[in-house]
Each structure stands twice: as structure tokens, then as C-alpha cells.
């Protein structure tokens, strides 16, 4: 695949080191990735907000290796991690066939991210894909190859989904989109791209992330969807997934809230209801999740405001609701469900402009 672009391996005699630094954001699916194949492709196109507050920092130093113990040190705000370090070594070596000269570098990754630990908040997409940016930053540096910037995010997107499916996403703002679907153009399985053919209130949509409980996931991502291998659902589901593609697409081009609302919600459902009926079962939401959730339908009965809710894997409510209704939005939930927080917190987030290069 001519965008990967891939380089011979270095010349030994040059010397080569630097520090690159890049911050990348979270995004929150609209519809769900859930299921996968080797190696990190999907089983249906997943279409996501790229957010703005939730991000992850991340700075690699990097300098030519002088023997073969040195290779990667990693440490998470401040503090030296092993397990974290550990994933990222597998990841390193899992994409080391696409850029060849990382074996010759030794790596030194700080990273931070803006959310609090304590809030469950999942960081694979935002950690991966600043990662992935870092790396083909360096790449740049030492080939100074005239590649075209959209070549180079492509790729980034690329070595995001190596890392966690959904960080393919994050390397673009706003509406992103993975996976190959027929209603998307030049959509494809091994890379996210962006979409803009969307209705403007869009650009301006709010992601208020209620924490019902920061307890540690009960089930990781990977081995959620391995179970999506063995669910009787699973055809069915990724068939609902692409018409629900179809559907909030079209939703999306005209500002129709109302089924862009109603297939969000229904995905959300979807996911959950498939973890509850896989083998072994799993239930994420809590008992405050649903509170929230039937408060979110309450409260949209009554007031006839667009107003929806979605979940990622885990029992944490993601509000959504275009800015024109932020005033009401946020006594809503100030007045109904705060209470319902864990500890109060939520995180106020918006669709984002994607990641940043930081000096
Ligand atoms: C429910 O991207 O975290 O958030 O590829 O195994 O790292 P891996 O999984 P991950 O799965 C995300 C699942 C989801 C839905 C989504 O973001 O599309």
C-alpha cells in the first residue's frame, strides 16, 4: 500500500535524535466498532465525534540504540510504568515491518492524559494515536521525503488501529469514520478519514460525560469483542450496523435530530445488550446508568428537546445535544443527574478540531 510508505532501515553511521511531542484526543462512537478480525480490522464501519477536552499528551525521545537491552522507558504522568510500557513494547514490535528504523532507536515516552485516572475513562484511542503521531512525526525527521501531510496522517490512522481499533479515529477532527461501507467513500477497514458532508449543527455538538463509577472495566475492549466471535447475534448485528450507518448519515446531512437521536441511543443499547447475551456475560451499566438514562428519556418527553444519551463499554452516560439547547442542557443535568454522579464528576466535552502538535 503505496501511503505506508515504507523506509529502509537506516544507515548506521548516522546519528539521529530529537523529541517530538503531539496531544490527541478521545472520540465517542456513534455507531459502534464491536468485533473485530486479524489483525484490528473491523467487522462493520464505526463512525465517531472526535472530542476536545479528554486528550492524552505524549513526548518520545528518541536517539540512535547502542545495544540491544536499551529500547523503550516509559512513564505515565510523572511515574515509571511497567504495564503500560510493556503494551507498548507489543506495539512496537507489532508495527516494526512498517517502519523498519524504530529496531535501530532507543525511546524515551512520557505521557499524560487531561482526565483524571479515578474517572474510567478508557485512553487506548487517545494514548495510541498520539503515540502512532509521534512516530510518524520522528519518521518524517529522519526521511525528509516531500510525503504529502494527508499521506502521513493516513498512516498515522493506520498505526493508531494497530494499537486499539478506535484510535484510528482520533487522528482526525470532527466526524470520523472506520471501516469499509458502502455509504461512505474511500472508506476503508485499514484506515479512518474523515466526513464532512454533515449538517453544520453538527460541528458544534456537546459531550458531557457523566461518571457513574470509576471502577476499572470489568471486561477489556479486546476481549469484548472476541466474544462478538461466538454471539448467535452477530451477523444480525453487523447488518443492523450498516443500515444504522446508512440511517445516521443521512440524518446527519439534513439535521434530522430526531433519528440521529434515536439510532445513537439504539447503538448504545445494542452494544450492551450483546455483551449481556455473550458468553461468559457481562454487565456493565450500573444502576445509575439506567437512572440516568431513563431521566435523559423523561426529560425529552417533556421538553421535546434533542437531548440523547450513548455508552462506550462501561457504565459512564455520554450526553449529547447540539449547543443551541446548552443553557437548557446544562440545568437539566446540574438539577437531575449530577446527583447520580460518582463523586460529581463529569467531564464537559465537545466535537474537537483532532490532535495538536506541541512544541
Ligand atoms: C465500545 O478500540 O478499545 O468503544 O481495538 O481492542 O483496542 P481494541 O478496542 P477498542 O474498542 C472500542 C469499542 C467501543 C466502540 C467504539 O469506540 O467504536
Redesign the pocket.
Known amino acids: 500500500m503505496s501511503y505506508l510508505n515504507i523506509q529502509e532501515p537506516l544507515s548506521t553511521n548516522h546519528e539521529h535524535y530529537g523529541v517530538v511531542s503531539w496531544q490527541s484526543p478521545s472520540n465517542i462512537?456513534l455507531i459502534?466498532?464491536?468485533g473485530?478480525r486479524p489483525i484490528?480490522l473491523p467487522e462493520n464501519a464505526?463512525i465517531?465525534f472526535t472530542l476536545s477536552e479528554a486528550i492524552t499528551k505524549t513526548k518520545v525521545k528518541y536517539r540512535n540504540r547502542s545495544s540491544l537491552s536499551e529500547w523503550v522507558q516509559f512513564s505515565f504522568e510523572g511515574k515509571k510504568e511497567e504495564t503500560f510500557a510493556a503494551r507498548i513494547i507489543k506495539y512496537l514490535d507489532s508495527i516494526k515491518s512498517y517502519l523498519p528504523w524504530i529496531e535501530q532507536m532507543a525511546f524515551e515516552i512520557e505521557s499524560e492524559n487531561s482526565f483524571p485516572h479515578s474517572s474510567g475513562i478508557?485512553s487506548?484511542?487517545s494514548s495510541m494515536s498520539a503515540l502512532a503521531l509521534c512516530l510518524c512525526d520522528i519518521e518524517q525527521t529522519i526521511y525528509p521525503t516531500q510525503i504529502d501531510a494527508d499521506i502521513i496522517r493516513k498512516k498515522a490512522s493506520y498505526l493508531s488501529r494497530l494499537g486499539?481499533?478506535?484510535?484510528a479515529r482520533s487522528v482526525y477532527p470532527g466526524l470520523v469514520a472506520w471501516g469499509a461501507s458502502s455509504h461512505i467513500k474511500g472508506s476503508s477497514d485499514e484506515f479512518a478519514i474523515p466526513v464532512s458532508s454533515q449538517h453544520s449543527l453538527f460541528n458544534e455538538f456537546h459531550d458531557d460525560v457523566l461518571i457513574v463509577s470509576a471502577a476499572q472495566k470489568s471486561v477489556s475492549?479486546?476481549a469484548g469483542?472476541a466474544l462478538m466471535d461466538t454471539n448467535i447475534f452477530a451477523n444480525t448485528r453487523y447488518t443492523q450496523a450498516d443500515r444504522h450507518m446508512e440511517l445516521l448519515l443521512q440524518s446527519m446531512q439534513t439535521g434530522d435530530l430526531e433519528t440521529f437521536g434515536k439510532i445513537v441511543e439504539d447503538e448504545a443499547m445494542t452494544?450492551h445488550a450483546l455483551m449481556m447475551c455473550s458468553n461468559p456475560s457481562y454487565i456493565l451499566m450500573e444502576p445509575n446508568t439506567i437512572a440516568v438514562i431513563k431521566l435523559i428519556r423523561n426529560y425529552r418527553k417533556e421538553t421535546n428537546l434533542p437531548i440523547f444519551f450513548t455508552l462506550?463499554?462501561g457504565p459512564n452516560v455520554h450526553i449529547l445535544y447540539p449547543d443551541s439547547i446548552a443553557q437548557e442542557a446544562a440545568s437539566f443535568i446540574e438539577k437531575q443527574l449530577l446527583p447520580l454522579a460518582h463523586n460529581g464528576q463529569i467531564i464537559k466535552d465537545r466535537v474537537g478540531p483532532g490532535p495538536i502538535k506541541l512544541n
Not at 164 to 167: E, F, K
Open positions: 462512537a459502534k466498532y464491536w473485530k484490528q464505526s465517531s478508557a487506548s484511542a486499539s481499533g478506535s484510535a475492549s479486546s469483542h452494544l462506550d463499554a
